[in-house]
């Protein structure tokens, strides 16, 4: 079965010959496989920021994989909890085989902001339901980058959830790009005037 196949049922043609008193038999059998894709997705954005300062940007979630994607969830500022939160099992029955899977299931859990810089200001959580195959999605999100940054690109996690085809749940670590560029300030020193002394009523002032 190709890997990229996507969820269906395939027909499967076995063709059975066989001999029988001097007579040659045959017939074809028809089965049908069951396959299930697996969802699998890619999170970017294509902005800018600057530190110390709120935006709303939008972020595309776009499913690359061959299976659709249930209940789709999308957690900004989030990292996944190395403790295992419980686990999922689904069982998958191919005429009269049956297979039981084992999942762990990892919990999403907000990273504190102090740490984040680049973080999210207001909604962090984003539920984007079913998500086809090529499906993309766009949210917008409000992120603020702290005053300490400097110009250069820098990584906000990011959390997805879903269920696949097959019934699992499934969780995924994604680090969306964010490039912060630098603020540019002007400021105004060592003012020579002309006259030295500006009284109001002055039409008319030289700067030296």
């Known amino acids: ?28 059998k028809l089965f049908y496989l069951p396959v299930y894709g697996k969802a699998n997705f890619l ?27 249930k209940d789709v969830c999308l957690y900004i500022g989030y990292q996944l909890n190395s403790i295992v939160a419980g686990s999922s099992s689904v069982t998958k029955s191919y005429y009269s085989v049956t297979k039981r899977d ?8 907000p990273i504190p902001l102090n740490n984040l810089i680049v973080s ?6 984003f539920y984007l339901g079913t998500m086809k195959v090529n499906e993309y999605k766009v949210i917008t999100a409000k992120l603020y980058v702290s005053p300490k940054a400097n110009q250069g690109v820098y990584n906000l996690p990011a ?3 879903w269920i696949d085809d097959d019934g ?12 912060v560029k630098g603020d540019i300030l002007l400021g105004i020193a060592n003012v020579i005037t002309e006259p030295k002394e500006i009284k ?3 039409s008319y002032v030289r700067l030296m």
């Open 168 to 179: 699992s749940e499934r969780a995924e670590l994604i680090n969306i790009p964010v490039y």
């Open 102 to 109: 084992e999942i762990n299931i990892y919990h999403p859990t």
């Open 43 to 69: 999170i970017n954005g294509n902005f800018s920021l600057i530190p110390s300062k709120t935006k709303d940007v939008k972020i595309y979630v776009i499913n690359t994989g061959n299976g659709k994607g």
């Open 120 to 125: 999210p200001v207001g909604d962090s959580k």
């Open 1 to 28: 079965m190709n890997e990229n196949a996507e969820t269906g049922n395939y027909r499967i043609d076995i063709n059975v010959s066989y001999d029988r008193d001097n007579y040659t038999y045959s017939f074809t």
């Open 159 to 161: 959390v997805i959830k």
């Open 200 to 202: 109001a009523g002055d």
